[in-house]
């Protein structure tokens, strides 16, 4: 370097970017136990070698895998996760290629923690199932200098023959459902009409003019003719006619 200076300085000058830092091994050894960067790193030639390291987020696609779950149901589940790191010697130094066994260590937990729940629970509960797989690969991959920021399952798929058989079966969840609601119905109406019944029973000339009101409501939505019989108590005083017990005409007296 002394014999080729300037020329060397240019060869041992190296540029770090802002979301990476470098981790430098002079003879062999971890230089100043930390990572360096970013910006302008000086390496010596010959002496140090260093490994650039991404801390930005890295995106994990978790293939679909082939689970069975306690109530015994095939399904194929798969998934995402997202981490980044957050220590860079700990990356390089601690495990050999930290991105490969992060992606078949969240395979291995997807499998290991779907397989104790039934798939009503797979189903129900994916939130809580998320945030189990989270902690657990948060907890394994620690030493790795890894962070996982977020866990999340895609998609459940189940056979057809099963997703037909969930399918009648909430069918008929509803139908029972719907049956009792007009049962229900049925029940509240009948104590409102006998509720409504006795009110007129009190009082016979309010049936009367319930009869003459839903006539009303009739002829107005449709133009007919409506035969409809008509108490004989209610001519007496139009007219000044009466009727005697044998349904002859007698005219009142003033």
């Not at 395979?107 to 189903?123: A, D, E, H, M, P």
């Not at 945030?131 to 996982?148: F, K, N, P």
Request: glycine share 4%.
């Amino acid at each position: 370097m002394i014999i080729t200076f300037p020329i060397s300085i240019w060869m041992c000058l190296k540029i770090i970017k802002e979301y990476e830092r470098a981790v430098v091994f002079r003879l062999g050894r971890i230089q100043a136990n930390k990572a360096k960067g970013p910006g302008l790193i000086l390496v010596l030639p010959c002496i140090d070698v260093f490994v650039k390291v991404d801390l930005r987020t890295v995106t994990c696609n978790i293939p679909p895998q082939e689970i069975l779950t306690r109530d015994s149901v095939t399904t194929q589940v798969d998934g995402v996760v997202y981490y980044r790191i957050h220590s860079a010697v700990s990356a390089v130094a601690n495990v050999n290629d930290v991105h490969q066994a992060t992606f078949l260590l969240a395979q291995t937990t997807l499998r290991n923690v779907l397989g104790t729940q039934t798939l009503s629970q797979i189903l129900a509960g994916r939130e809580e199932i998320a945030h189990s797989i989270q902690t657990l690969l948060d907890d394994a991959t620690e030493l790795w200098g890894i962070l996982v920021a977020r866990v999340e399952i895609k998609d459940v798929r189940i056979p057809v023959q099963l997703q037909r058989s969930m399918a009648a079966e909430a069918e008929a969840t509803r139908e029972a459902r719907a049956k009792v609601l007009a049962a229900e119905g049925e029940m509240n109406a009948s104590k409102s009409l006998k509720s409504a019944s006795m009110v007129l029973a009190e009082s016979p000339i309010a049936l009367q003019l319930r009869y003459l009101q839903t006539l009303t409501t009739v002829a107005t939505e449709k133009n007919s003719t409506i035969v409809f019989p008509l108490p004989m108590n209610i001519l007496e005083g139009i007219g000044g006619v009466s009727y005697d017990n044998n349904h002859k005409k007698v005219p009142n007296k003033a």
